[in-house]
C-alpha cells in the first residue's frame, strides 16, 4: 500500500470559479484514477490519469470541465472548471501499483467540495 | 443496461453475529469482483479481491464468495464487532478495464 494525501481537504466555493485538487503519492504507482462520489451515491470515475499523455475520461465527463494533468509517477491534479452548485461532490484520487498488487485500489482521503 | 445492485437499507445486527452483505449484478462478466469499506468522510479502503475462477476467499474474519452464474457476490463478516460498523461497496472489473462501484451498504453492529 501506499500514503496517498489530497489538497485541500475541504473548499467552499462560488459559482463559475474553479478549484484543482492535488493528489500525491509516496512511492510511484503505474495508474492513477480521479472519481466523484455524490451524496448517497456510488462512485463514478470521472478518468484516468495518464502520466505524459492526456487522461482518458469516461463517458459523460470532458476535458474542458475536468481538466487533468500527471506530470509524473506520483503526482496528478484535477481541475472542476467553471463549477456550479451540481458539482458539489467529494472528490477522490485512487491509484494502482501494478505487479503483484494490480487490479487493486487504494484511494486518498478525498476532498469536499461545496459549491454555492 | 449494466447494474450493480447492493442494498440501500442498512444492515442491523447485533455484535458477535455474522454479517452478510449482498452484491448482484447484470449485464456484465467480471474478471474480477472486489469489496472495499468506506468509513464517514474517508476514502474507501480495500478488503478483498475474487477472480472469476474461484467461488470463495477468505481473510481472516471476512469471506466472500462469488456466483457467476447467479451474477452475485456474497460478503460475511463474522463475529462481528462494534467496529466494523461502516459502508461496503462492491466493485466491477469487466475483463482488465477499470472498475465499477455498487452504491454500498452501510452495516450498524450494534454492542
Same mark, same amino acid.
Given at each position: 500500500?501506499?500514503?496517498?494525501?489530497?489538497?485541500?481537504?475541504?473548499?467552499?466555493?462560488?459559482?463559475?470559479?474553479?478549484?484543482?485538487?492535488?493528489?500525491?503519492?509516496?512511492?510511484?504507482?503505474?495508474?492513477?484514477?480521479?472519481?466523484?462520489?455524490?451524496?448517497g451515491?456510488s !462512485?463514478?470515475?470521472?478518468? +484516468?490519469?495518464?502520466?505524459?499523455?492526456?487522461? +482518458?475520461?469516461?463517458?459523460?465527463?470532458?476535458?474542458?470541465?475536468?481538466?487533468?494533468?500527471?506530470?509524473?509517477?506520483?503526482?496528478?491534479?484535477?481541475?472542476?472548471?467553471?463549477?456550479?452548485?451540481?458539482?458539489?461532490?467529494?472528490?477522490?484520487?485512487?491509484?494502482?501499483?501494478?505487479?503483484?498488487?494490480?487490479?487493486?485500489?487504494?484511494?486518498?482521503?478525498?476532498?469536499?467540495?461545496?459549491? !454555492? | 443496461?449494466?447494474?450493480?445492485e447492493q442494498n440501500s437499507e442498512a444492515l442491523n445486527i447485533q455484535e458477535g453475529k455474522t454479517a452478510t452483505l449482498t452484491c448482484?449484478?447484470?449485464?456484465?462478466?467480471?474478471?474480477?469482483?472486489?469489496w472495499y469499506r468506506q468509513d464517514p468522510?474517508r476514502?474507501p479502503v480495500?478488503l478483498l479481491?475474487?477472480?472469476?475462477?474461484?467461488?470463495?476467499?477468505?481473510k481472516e474474519r471476512l469471506k466472500v464468495?462469488?456466483?457467476?452464474?447467479?451474477?452475485?457476490s456474497l460478503f460475511h463478516i463474522t463475529a462481528s464487532q462494534p467496529a466494523d460498523s461502516a459502508t461496503y461497496l462492491c466493485?466491477?472489473?469487466?475483463?482488465?478495464?477499470?472498475?465499477?462501484f455498487g452504491k454500498g451498504t452501510m452495516l450498524l453492529v450494534s454492542p
Open positions: 500500500s501506499a500514503v496517498i494525501s489530497q489538497k485541500p481537504s475541504r473548499d467552499i466555493c462560488q459559482r463559475g470559479t474553479s478549484l484543482t485538487i492535488q493528489c500525491q503519492v509516496d512511492s510511484q504507482v503505474t495508474m492513477m484514477f480521479w472519481y466523484r462520489q455524490q451524496p451515491q !462512485l463514478t470515475l470521472i478518468a +484516468t490519469a495518464n502520466q505524459g499523455s492526456e487522461a +482518458t475520461y469516461e463517458s459523460g465527463f470532458v476535458i474542458d470541465k475536468f481538466p487533468i494533468s500527471r506530470p509524473n509517477l506520483t503526482f496528478s491534479t484535477l481541475t472542476v472548471s467553471n463549477m456550479s452548485p451540481e458539482d458539489s461532490s467529494i472528490y477522490l484520487c485512487s491509484v494502482e501499483f501494478g505487479g503483484r498488487d494490480a487490479d487493486t485500489q487504494y484511494f486518498g482521503p478525498g476532498t469536499r467540495l461545496t459549491v !454555492l | 443496461s449494466q447494474k450493480i448482484n449484478y447484470t449485464n456484465y462478466s467480471p474478471a474480477y469482483l472486489q468522510g476514502g480495500f479481491l475474487i477472480r472469476e475462477n474461484e467461488k470463495e476467499k477468505r464468495t462469488f456466483d457467476t452464474t447467479l451474477k452475485q466493485a466491477l472489473a469487466p475483463g482488465y478495464s477499470t472498475l465499477t
